[in-house]
Structures are given as structure tokens and as C-alpha cells.
């Protein structure tokens, strides 16, 4: 079956615009994630959706990023008024939601701001 | 919070020999620790995990090690080979009601023929 699919692979932006990036997890999984890998480094935590209960946002890096997930399917993160700093590359990964189940993750979107 | 730490940053061996990748953890209430293996290019991949119940477990030529009471966890590979080769996470699961992973910083592995 289809994995987690992610769009675009690639993004190239000008500092201070605003980019959606979008995330379809895996049909029937009910608990989805986004994290963020810099060059080089591991993968931070940024937001957890579990079915239809209020997103673990406690890894976001400041009000200039959000996430939401529309009817417990796709999900879309934004970037506001993009820095140099938020190139990386963006995880996002889904599982059954069960207590420490596999989470499958995406190819991830390498996100440039220039 | 969680904080995991992993060591080494690198590691080369050649073709048949094994690898070890060691991670510690700071939160007791930890207790799912996964692997994952990703590849240039591409997402993470779940190699194996261990639930806090179980010392050890064991899949062909990987197998993982868990020390509650030390809290560190570790990756053996045995016999690599040349497809080894990529870039090994670590990672712990808080607690017992989320998914969310803190993971280590990575180890590039490098099996050479």
C-alpha cells in the first residue's frame, strides 16, 4: 500500500515569505507527527496529532509555525515570514496511534530559504 | 524533558565486522526505544525497538540491548555488509501515551568492502 507522502520534495523560498508544506499519512492512521532535521543533526519534535484530541504543540520553535490536520487525514505545516534558519529538512511520519506503535515516516520536504 | 544522547557520531568498519551504537536517556519513565536506519535521500526506516520490559531482542544480524537501570540502549550489528552503510537514530518514547520521539543525534556508519 502507499506510505506517508509528502509534497513538494523540494522547496526553495525567499526569506520572509510564508510556505505550506503538506503531509498525507497513511490511510487509517490516526496519530501523525511533523519533526525537523537540520544538516547533520538528528530529528527535532515538532507536533503530534492523535485522532481528534487538541495537537501536542510543544516542539514548535516560535509562533511563526503551525500545523493543522483536516479531517484526521492530511496534514499542512506553515512556515510564516520564513528565516534562514528554518532550512531543513521537514519529517512528517503517521502511525495506528496506539501506544508506541511504528511510525512510518515521508521522504521528508528540504526546505531552502534563501 | 527527555534528552537521549548517542554515541559515536561516526563509525567505519570493514565488510563482516560488527557495529555497536550506544545511546543513554534521561527520563525513567521512558519506554519504547526504537531504531531507525535512513538512507540518503530518503525517510527513516524502523530497523528494530524494545519495549522497557525486555533486556534484549534479536532480528537476523541486528539485535538491541536495554538497561533500565543504567539507562542506555544499544544497536549491535553483526556481520555488516557494504547496504549497512547509512545513518543510525536512536530515539525514546517519554511516556506510555504519545508517540512523540526524542531522538538521538545520529551515527554514520560506513561498512567498507
Known amino acids: 500500500g502507499a506510505g506517508v507522502s509528502q509534497s513538494p520534495s523540494n522547496k526553495v523560498t525567499e526569506k520572509g515569505k510564508d510556505v505550506e508544506l503538506r503531509c498525507d499519512p497513511i490511510?487509517?492512521?490516526?496519530?501523525l507527527y511533523w519533526y525537523r532535521q537540520s544538516l547533520g543533526q538528528g530529528l527535532e519534535f515538532l507536533i503530534y496529532?492523535?485522532?481528534?484530541?487538541?495537537?501536542?504543540k510543544s516542539g514548535l520553535p516560535s509562533d511563526r509555525f503551525s500545523a493543522e490536520r483536516t479531517g484526521g487525514s492530511v496534514s499542512t505545516l506553515t512556515i510564516q515570514r520564513t528565516q534562514q534558519e528554518d532550512s531543513a529538512v521537514y519529517l512528517c511520519?503517521?502511525?495506528?496511534?496506539?501506544?508506541?506503535?511504528?511510525?512510518?515516516f515521508g521522504q521528508g520536504t528540504r526546505l531552502t530559504v534563501v | 524533558g527527555e534528552n537521549v544522547e548517542q554515541h559515536p557520531s561516526t563509525l567505519s568498519v570493514q565488510e563482516g565486522d560488527s557495529a555497536v551504537i550506544k545511546c543513554t536517556y534521561s527520563?525513567?519513565?521512558?519506554?519504547?526505544f526504537p531504531w531507525y536506519k535512513q538512507e540518503l535521500g530518503k525517510g527513516p526506516q524502523l530497523i528494530i525497538d524494545?519495549?522497557?520490559?525486555?533486556g534484549e531482542k534479536k532480528d537476523q544480524r541486528i539485535a538491541v540491548t536495554l538497561n533500565k537501570t543504567a539507562k542506555h540502549f544499544s544497536l549491535h550489528i553483526t556481520e555488516t555488509q557494504p547496504e549497512d552503510s547509512a545513518v543510525y537514530f536512536c530515539?525514546?518514547?517519554?511516556?506510555?501515551?504519545?508517540?512523540?520521539?526524542?531522538f538521538g543525534q545520529g551515527t554514520t556508519l560506513q561498512v567498507k568492502p
Open positions: 496529532f492523535q485522532g481528534n484530541s487538541a495537537p501536542d
Open positions: 527520563d525513567s519513565a521512558s519506554n519504547y
Open positions: 530515539a525514546a518514547s517519554p511516556t506510555s501515551n504519545t508517540g512523540k520521539l526524542i
Open positions: 511520519a503517521s502511525s495506528l496511534g496506539t501506544a508506541n506503535t511504528e511510525a512510518f
Open positions: 490511510s487509517g492512521h490516526t496519530a
Open positions: 524494545i519495549r522497557s520490559n525486555v
